[in-house]
């Protein structure tokens, strides 16, 4: 479930320490907080025992705590953790099954499990949701999304997939432009990064977002488009075409190149995620 859009309602930005053995994860997850007016990142820690070390000294209102790393883990590091910062909310982001670890993380003290299969954009709403600053409200957003394989036909099997789900939920956009952005991302991510790719399409009160994820870190760079060739133009079309695009890395790698068009209808809303 993707939680509604919505301020943090505290008076002055949350104070975060993030703990992850990679320096590239602790960089992504810092830059996607730090867009967010409601979060500032306050210190970072290699492991269980720098963490304890680093919330001892800075008293930070949220940890976002990795349970694999070397020397002293998530998971050990936990008791430690709530004696030193009592006042902080424990928020474990790992790439260990949710399934598995959430009973033993939660049994130590941690208030809420998110898996690092997220994407970087929705760390801040699974984020807030978690710590208990922001409802998911049904009806509010929905979304739905479907894998494809590096194959020629995805394009076109995206572009029915995205097309299929607006009108069951009987929104209203410019056809021509979606179809046409839809095809040239996901023509982009099988021709460049040469993976597969997952399609999201993202109902929101004013817009529609189309997320396309491949596993390639590679971003997508503009090209002038060879005469009578097929591809080249995707990234300037998206540019010139959406009312806002960009690129997010995954938390766990790879990216997702994402756009957002207009809603012509304001009433319109599906009942729920489907």
């Not at 971003?219 to 060739?229: E, L, Q, S, T």
Request: net charge negative; proline share 5%; charged share 25%.
């Amino acid at each position: 479930m993707t939680p509604a859009t919505a301020p943090v309602t505290t008076a002055h930005p949350l104070r975060v320490v993030v703990v992850d053995d990679v320096a590239d994860v602790r960089r992504v997850v810092r830059a996607a907080l730090e867009r967010h007016a409601g979060f500032e990142v306050v210190g970072e820690a290699s492991d269980g025992a720098e963490a304890v070390d680093v919330a001892a000294a800075l008293a930070p209102d949220v940890v976002l705590l990795d349970l694999d790393m070397p020397h002293v883990s998530g998971v050990e590091a936990l008791p430690a953790l709530r004696r030193v910062a009592p006042g902080a909310k424990i928020v474990v982001l790992s790439g260990l099954p949710r399934r598995r670890h959430e009973g033993a993380t939660r049994a130590g003290g941690a208030i809420g499990y998110i898996e690092k299969g997220i994407r970087a954009g929705r760390l801040v709403g699974d984020l807030l949701t978690v710590i208990g600053l922001l409802e998911a409200v049904d009806g509010a957003i929905a979304e739905r999304q479907v894998e494809l394989a590096c194959a020629t036909g995805s394009p076109r099997a995206a572009r029915r997939f995205v097309g299929d789900t607006l009108r069951q939920w009987d929104v209203g956009v410019e056809w021509e432009t979606v179809e046409l952005l839809v095809s040239e991302v996901v023509t982009n991510a099988m021709i460049h990064a040469r993976t597969d790719a997952e399609v999201a399409v993202v109902l929101q009160r004013d817009v529609v977002r189309i997320e396309v994820g491949d596993r390639s870190d590679d971003p997508p760079r503009p090209r002038d488009a060879v005469p009578h060739g097929v591809s080249g133009r995707g990234v300037k079309l998206v540019a010139a075409l959406a009312s806002a695009w960009g690129v997010d890395r995954g938390l766990a790698g790879g990216k997702v190149v994402w756009f957002e068009l207009p809603r012509l209808d304001q009433s319109a809303a599906p009942a729920g995620r489907r």
